[in-house]
């Protein structure tokens, strides 16, 4: 896939790494990439991903943009509130960067579209703020065989990692959330200035994995704590028990 002029000058500061180069941005650009959630963590992923010069973006969130969300939602703004996230997401990536293909899909997603809606990405990276939903994609994305970047933040802490097949995110937190709407930010609180090193963190590990530079971050969980600003990273086991990736 090759790269115009003005590609080549946008991505200048990231073509000249030598772990990255010209064979990473082209693999940037080959890739889809899906975002289910346009909150705190997609707000940091969408124009990393975008800025960089992914070649194709979806955006699934169902929801519209209200008041509370600015603070942590920077790609918005205050004569926005009401408007569906996904289509002003849209707009962001298309005013940033004409050589990313947009696709936002106004829909909150099910295990009934599931499916539909995640086939055919390269990678797909969910920055949702419900467990419910967090294991409806990990299970599809299992299923379908796609790379999952799952990403959470909450009141102080972080937490991301990269899934492909075992272990899943499913081996991760187990079986108890899948009909509970628990621990969402609405209820527990979270700072913008955690959602956004989620985000970046995790859009870090999405550009690892396309762009297939650095150690391979699959099976590893990141642990982020803004209160003391440490990481912690522990190699998940995969459960053999597992409904999604066991055998
Ligand atoms: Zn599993």
Wanted: charged share 20%; proline share 4%; with cysteine.
């Amino acid at each position: 896939m090759s790269l115009k002029d003005e590609e080549l000058a946008r991505y200048s500061r990231q073509i000249v790494l030598p772990q990255f180069g010209g064979v990473g941005q082209q693999r940037l650009k080959a890739a889809s990439v899906c975002v289910v959630g346009a909150g705190g963590i997609g707000c940091a992923v969408i124009p990393a991903l975008a800025g960089a010069g992914l070649g194709h973006l979806t955006v699934i969130d169902g929801d519209i943009l209200d008041l509370s969300n600015l603070h942590r939602q920077p790609l918005y703004r205050s004569r926005e509130v009401g408007e569906p996230k996904a289509a002003l997401a849209g707009q962001f990536v298309r005013r940033l960067n004409p050589f990313t293909d947009v696709n936002p899909v106004e829909h909150r997603i099910t295990g009934d579209n599931a499916s539909d809606l995640l086939t055919g990405h390269d990678l797909i990276l969910d920055g949702t703020d419900n467990f419910a939903t967090r294991l409806v994609v990990s299970d599809t994305a299992v299923r379908l065989g796609i790379p999952l970047v799952s990403a959470a933040a909450v009141q102080f802490q972080g937490q991301l990692g990269l899934f492909r097949g075992a272990p899943c995110y499913r081996c991760f937190v187990g079986d108890a959330f899948d009909s509970d709407d628990c621990d969402t930010c609405a209820e527990l609180g979270v700072l913008g200035a955690l959602t956004g090193t989620v985000g970046n963190a995790a859009a870090l590990l999405a550009i690892r994995a396309l762009a297939q530079v650095g150690d391979d971050p699959a099976g590893k969980l990141h642990l982020f704590d803004g209160l003391t600003g440490e990481w912690r990273i522990m190699r998940l086991p995969a459960d053999p028990a597992c409904r999604a990736c066991g055998t």
